[in-house]
């Protein structure tokens, strides 16, 4: 057996970086960027006032009250063309060109109105109130670097530097494939030796959530003609993930049938649990990963490798931050594999996260699973722990797409 680290690195060193497309904005939220956005002009493009009130000389009001003459009016959209000379004023709007020869902005809620005549009562300094051009950002400025999820704000600021088309990298297209004459699809009679196939739904989930495309290539028999033939739609796939069938028995015959079709296999069991067998190797230029058919077990390999694998395709940082937690409960010294215990989080009186495990840690309990915060992991050989210390956890609950 190798270590999760070990496999997780031949995983990661056995996947392509994905090719890019263009896409307009309203299709790129969630997408990951691929190429750095530059601004295509300057916002904004000259001085404008940040409200409403007059566009003054402030040399003309450093003593108030000053009463000044309005001679015209500056909107968003209809600028005044004129020019504001001494004990003169316009009337300005929020986001209005800044008339030439105005210098500040004096608040319509400081001035007193009467006709054309507006004395104001406060002395504004040069700039008070005015957003010189290019404060935002200038033409040619880099606004959005490559290499991360797109939230809405960058796509909105994309849209603000008049980009209209974005260069992100192509969604990886994985392909799953479940094995084994137990399994049925949801909402099919369930006869007294079958069970209802989670994998596929859930990892399809996990694919999506990570930025990828999930194909669902459905469920083969366990015979040989049965599993080339649906392992065949993997062709122009990114990856083939196939569930079940990884472990040793007489009717496990993934290993057997793609071999005889050219997978070279890399590796073959790892010292974790739950998802000790689990296999990695490629078809030609196609990754292939095989899961275990124990749904706890897929999931957790999913986070563990998956999820990581198709990051690394889109160009993200694949590695999960780590992070601890105190352990809500007493643990027993771990053996020679590591331990992905489920567990739930809490806040104590000090506002730090609490992690207490399931009493039951059975590798086919995804109730378990689905009711969990997070992962408690548990290095091989790791010491007793005790309620109170800090642990190394994977948070399960809270992710999103970027707002």
């Known amino acids: ?76 959209g209809n600028a005044f063309g004129g020019k504001v000379g001494p004990g003169q004023t316009a009337r300005i709007f929020t986001g209005a060109p800044v008339p030439k020869g105005a210098d500040a902005i004096v608040m319509q809620e400081d001035t007193e109105v009467a006709g054309d005549q507006i004395t104001m009562t406060v002395a504004p300094w040069p700039g008070k109130f005015v957003r010189p051009a290019g404060l935002d950002f200038q033409l040619g400025d880099v606004g ?13 600021l994309a849209a603000a530097m008049n980009v209209p088309w974005l260069t992100v990298a192509r969604r990886p297209r994985i392909a799953l494939l479940a094995t084994g004459d137990e399994i049925v699809r949801p909402g099919e009679p369930v006869g007294p030796n ?14 999506k959530a990570s930025g990828g495309e999930a194909i669902d290539l459905g469920i083969a028999s366990d015979d040989e003609a049965s599993l080339r033939a649906l392992a065949a739609g993997a062709r122009g796939a990114d990856m083939l993930v196939t569930l079940g069938g990884a472990s040793v028995g007489d009717h496990d015959l993934v ?31 196609t990754p292939m990963m095989g899961m275990p058919g124990n749904p706890v077990s897929s999931l957790v390999c999913g986070i563990v490798y998956l999820r990581p ?30 331990d ?17 495990p399931f009493d039951k840690q059975d590798s086919s309990m995804l109730s378990r699973l689905a009711k969990a915060d997070c992962l408690i992991l548990r290095a091989p050989h790791a010491d007793p722990a005790k309620a109170g210390e800090r642990v190394e956890i994977l948070p399960l609950s809270g992710e999103t797409t970027g707002i």
């Open 144 to 156: 959005i670097t490559a290499n991360r999820v797109l939230s809405s704000r960058d796509v909105g």
């Open 1 to 76: 057996m190798i270590s999760v680290a070990e496999a997780l690195q031949r995983i990661l060193d056995g996947v392509h970086r994905m090719p890019t497309e263009n896409i307009s904005l309203a299709d790129a939220h969630g997408r990951v960027l691929a190429r750095d956005v530059t601004a295509r002009l300057t916002q904004p493009p000259t001085d404008v006032s940040a409200m409403d009130g007059y566009a003054v000389r402030a040399a003309d009001v450093a003593e108030v009250p000053a009463t000044l003459t309005q001679i015209g009016e500056s909107a968003a």
């Open 340 to 356: 992905y215990l489920r567990a739930t989080a809490s806040l104590n009186e000090d506002g730090e996260t609490v992690v207490t």
């Open 255 to 285: 290993r057997k049938v793609l071999g005889q079709d050219g997978l070279e296999l890399d590796f073959w069991r790892i010292a974790m649990r739950p998802g000790k067998p689990l296999i990695f190797g490629s078809i030609g230029e």
């Open 309 to 338: 694998a198709v990051r690394a395709m889109l160009g993200l940082d694949p590695h999960a931050a780590s992070q601890t937690a105190r352990l809500g409960q007493d643990l027993p010294g771990n053996d020679l594999r590591q």
């Open 194 to 207: 079958q069970i209802i196939s989670s994998n596929t739904i859930a990892l399809m989930g996990l694919i």
